[in-house]
């Protein structure tokens, strides 16, 4: 099974500041399709996960540009330009290869 | 618009059986592959079954596998999670989820609690 690895664990940002997620994946979760299917999902609190990127780089619909993926083989990252206080909850990564892997999260709060 | 709508959880005993249903509508169910995805209390996603659109492909989490069975009904547009020899540890809530991959389409979830 393929391994998801985020860090920070947790991180404090102020309103307006940028933020940055690392996710490693123990493999690449490239197919043989020629797709790399790693996702970002935002949890926020009391609600239901809702995908913010898809297949590394793709935001989903009604995902506001502030939020962009980046990264290949083995080394993602989930880049916020510019935080805002409806950007809290817990981020994860996730590869699409079977058996489907989340990483730990990140817990994202506003100082 | 597309809609997800989980029931069947609660209160069961260790050992014991629950089916959870999960309600499609505002796309071809068909022709759409389906997950189920947990969520632990206080903890991460755990990705735990997918079943393709033809249902003749099934993929099970090593933690449910022998114990789960997805299946689905197309001429109820229903999603269905056969939860057999239930643990503690199988206490969650449980999203069904549109997608193979899961992608961005989840329902509300519904809570399964283990215990005696």
């Not at chain 1, 995908?51 to 989930?78: A, N, Q």
């Not at chain 2, 503690?88 to 519904?110: N, P």
Request: charged residues 15%; hydrophobic residues 30%.
């Amino acid at each position: 099974d393929i391994v998801m690895t985020q860090t920070p664990l947790s991180l404090s940002v102020t309103p307006g500041q940028p933020a940055s997620i690392s996710c490693k994946s123990s493999q690449s979760p490239l197919d043989s399709d020629g797709k790399t299917y790693l996702y970002w999902y935002l949890q926020k609190p009391g609600q239901t996960p809702q995908l913010l990127i898809y297949e590394v780089s793709s935001r989903f619909s009604g995902v506001p540009d502030r939020f962009s993926g980046s990264g290949s083989g083995t080394d993602f990252t989930l880049k916020i330009s510019r935080v805002e206080a409806e950007d809290v909850g817990v981020y994860y990564c996730m590869q699409g290869i079977h058996p489907l892997t989340f990483g730990g999260g990140t817990k994202v709060e506003i100082k | 618009e597309v809609q997800l709508l989980e029931s069947g959880g609660g209160l069961v005993q260790p050992g014991g059986s629950l089916r959870l249903s999960c309600a499609a509508s505002g796309f071809t169910f068909s022709t759409s592959d389906m997950s189920w995805v947990r969520q632990g209390p206080g903890k991460g996603l755990e990705w735990i079954s997918a079943i393709s659109a033809s249902s003749g492909n099934t993929h099970y989490a090593d933690s449910v596998k022998g114990r789960f069975t997805i299946s689905r009904d197309i001429s109820k547009s229903t999603l269905y999670l056969q939860m057999n020899s239930l643990r503690a540890e199988d206490t969650a809530v449980y999203y069904c989820a549109k997608g193979w991959r899961i992608g961005g389409y989840w329902g509300q979830g519904t809570l399964v609690a283990v215990s005696s």
